[in-house]
């Protein structure tokens, strides 16, 4: 069976501090990867979505970059975080062709 | 492009009473809907999808939800709620078969609160 897996599973970062979230996936090849931001009230940003290894478009500009450098590993960064990076980030997959998407667990990240 | 409207942030009900949570949609095209549900501080598991198969779709834990492209809605009901139906749901649209950037649009999500 396929499992999806993201870490940490809490962070407290200092505004100007990198950022590197990982997510990766078992039990499947060539996954759709996404990244999503959930802020309170607003409901699930998709940010950035990847079709394959290197391939990564991003939906919304921002203080944030995606990379893919395995087929299941999807990574979040940024050189320097901002206040407005708080949020609880969500990463899915889904069957390349499919529309369904499975989350993972989610990523706490507070920026102070 | 498609959207999502979820009626009511929050929504409370006594337990062993109907749940009602209000999906409506925009699309183009015929959709394909979702229903998420979310608890506190973990990832977003499906409860149900309509694919166009049927337009009354059954889920897990009780919940179903009725496809009417007359109201453009698809409505979220489980006839009688539980404690441990607390939590957000959320609605998704998709107007494609396949993933990427089009895969899924999702409504700002539904707090469903169960009183004792």
């Known amino acids: 069976s396929q499992t999806i897996h993201q870490w940490p599973a809490t962070l407290v970062q200092p505004v100007g501090s990198p950022l590197s979230l990982e997510c990766t996936v078992e039990g499947t090849s060539n996954p759709n990867l996404y990244w999503y931001r959930q802020a309170a009230g607003r409901g699930l940003q998709l940010l950035f979505y990847s079709v394959g290894i290197g391939q990564i478009s991003s939906e919304v500009p921002q203080n944030l970059s995606a990379s893919r450098p395995q087929d299941r590993q999807f990574i979040l960064s940024s050189k320097k975080l901002l206040l407005s990076d708080s949020g609880f980030y969500l990463c899915?997959?889904?069957?390349?062709?499919?529309?369904?998407?499975?989350f993972g667990p989610g990523t706490r990240l507070t920026v102070l | 492009a498609q959207s999502v409207t979820q009626l009511g942030s929050h929504v409370s009900v006594s337990e062993g009473a109907l749940v009602l949570l209000r999906c409506n949609y925009s699309?183009?095209?015929?959709?394909?809907l979702f229903w998420y549900v979310q608890y506190p501080n973990q990832g977003l598991q499906l409860l149900l999808k309509y694919t166009s198969a049927a337009t009354l779709v059954k889920g897990i834990n009780g919940f179903e939800a009725e496809f009417k492209k007359s109201e453009t809605s698809f409505h979220l009901t489980k006839p009688s709620a539980h404690m441990s139906d607390a939590a957000e749901y959320f609605c998704?649209?998709?107007?494609?078969?396949?993933?990427?950037?089009?895969?899924?649009?999702f409504g700002k999500g539904t707090h469903l609160i169960i009183q004792p």
């Open positions: 899915a997959w889904s069957v390349a062709g499919y529309n369904e998407q499975f």
């Open positions: 998704a649209v998709s107007a494609y078969s396949g993933g990427g950037a089009d895969g899924l649009t």
């Open positions: 699309s183009s095209v015929p959709p394909y």
